[in-house]
């Protein structure tokens, strides 16, 4: 596979060298791996901060700014940050309001969180945590025990984000990132596998006319393979796992996300088919966010999250945000 890169030992210190260099309103820390508000602290405002493994982007880095994250930990590709990174960054934006670290639920960002948000509170940093486990394909998988952290973290991160930046406090911003993973919900297709730069081919094995149903972020197996379907057969059975697993009641916030390798073109088509399939279970949508936000590397395929909100979360999704991945009301 041809790559974009200089060495693979360096792509993730010379990513962040680029994202220095195209976001001067970030303060970017290429050595000690962090990525920060260059404004932070802000005075009596709730930290909230969240990484993992690279090769996801933009998450987590491309939203750090006004309105989602005060700071992002990148890790290896596919490889999770050290609590050092985590503890670093906690310090450099807590302005003594506390912190609220987002996890995905892999096991190493669990661990190395939990022992994060340990070291912090040793050096006087109030710490809360939320765990992500959004997605309904698989139950336990090669990362996970219990259900992945997949799209719903966008969600999670703006959400909360938009609280922190209202002044509310920790306990507050921590019981709406709460409310929002357990009312959201994710199904991901793969269409192809992703390289690794380390590796550099495919990290399974995909083969043409089948797509995986399920797949995680990582290239982790999902509910079955089949032989390639149209959008709107997708969409039919993406929605349904998800609505069926959901329930919904109030109107949906809807993310179709694509994996890395797949045209918005594409991505468009299917969110037509997304939409259908809602009306046709009588599900009422608030708002739609298409693009490729939550990736794994140049996978091919696309996730589709929906979050129940009220009235309070719509306004929150609303509300600004600046960062290099998510603008809009600045």
């Not at 998988?141 to 406090?169: D, H, I, Q």
Request: glycine share 10%; proline share 5%.
């Amino acid at each position: 596979m041809k790559m974009l890169i200089n060495v693979a030992e360096t792509v993730v210190a010379d990513a962040l060298r680029g994202m220095a260099a195209a976001h001067p309103e970030l303060a970017v820390d290429v050595e000690n791996r962090v990525v920060a508000r260059r404004d932070a602290p802000v005075a009596g405002k709730v930290a909230v901060v969240s990484g993992g493994g690279s090769g996801h982007e933009p998450l987590h880095g491309g939203f750090v700014g006004p309105g989602m994250l005060s700071a992002a930990c990148p890790g290896e590709v596919f490889t999770s940050p050290v609590p050092d990174q985590m503890v670093r960054a906690a310090a450099a934006v807590d302005s003594g309001a506390g912190v609220l670290f987002v996890v995905k639920n892999y096991t190493g960002d669990v661990l190395n969180f939990d022992m994060a948000a340990e070291l912090a509170q040793d050096e006087g940093v109030q710490i809360a945590k939320v765990l992500v486990d959004d997605d309904v394909a698989v139950t336990d998988s090669l990362y996970t025990a219990g259900r992945r952290g997949t799209g719903a973290t966008l969600f999670v991160e703006k959400l909360a984000g938009a609280a922190a930046e209202e002044g509310r406090p920790l306990a507050r911003v921590e019981a709406i990132a709460r409310r929002v993973n357990d009312t959201s919900r994710s199904f991901g297709v793969a269409l192809s596998a992703c390289s690794t730069p380390a590796k550099g081919s495919p990290t399974f094995d995909l083969p043409a006319g089948e797509l995986e149903l399920g797949v995680g972020i990582h290239g982790e197996p999902g509910r079955e393979r089949r032989p390639m379907m149209t959008s709107g057969e997708i969409a039919d059975f993406a929605v349904n796992a998800v609505v069926e697993d959901l329930g919904p009641r109030d109107p949906v916030l809807v993310l179709v996300n694509g994996m890395g390798a797949t045209p918005l073109l594409e991505l468009y088509g299917f969110t037509a088919e997304v939409h259908r399939v809602l009306r046709e279970r009588g599900v009422a949508v608030a708002r739609t966010l298409v693009g490729s936000y939550v990736t794994s590397l140049d996978m091919a395929g696309a996730s589709v999250t929906l979050c129940q909100i009220d009235e309070e979360l719509l306004r929150l999704w609303d509300a600004p945000v600046r960062t290099a991945a998510l603008r809009w009301g600045m």
